[in-house]
């Protein structure tokens, strides 16, 4: 995950995620992902505090 450029969707381009994780790496944090099949996914944002 995180990887440009890849998308199962029609219209994505894939960059999402990456943005995403290049932002909050450029403010010193951290994302986790716990998925678990068929009970679903949860994104996990940390941010420092300044």
Avoid: A, D
Avoid at 16 to 21: D, K, R
Avoid at 32 to 50: C, I, N, W
């Amino acid at each position: 995950m995180g990887e440009p450029l890849y998308s199962n969707k029609e219209k994505g381009i894939g960059l999402g995620l990456t943005l995403t994780y290049k932002i909050i790496e450029q403010h010193h944090g951290k994302i986790t992902v716990s998925s678990q099949v068929g009970k679903g996914t949860q994104f996990s944002v940390l941010l420092p505090v300044s």
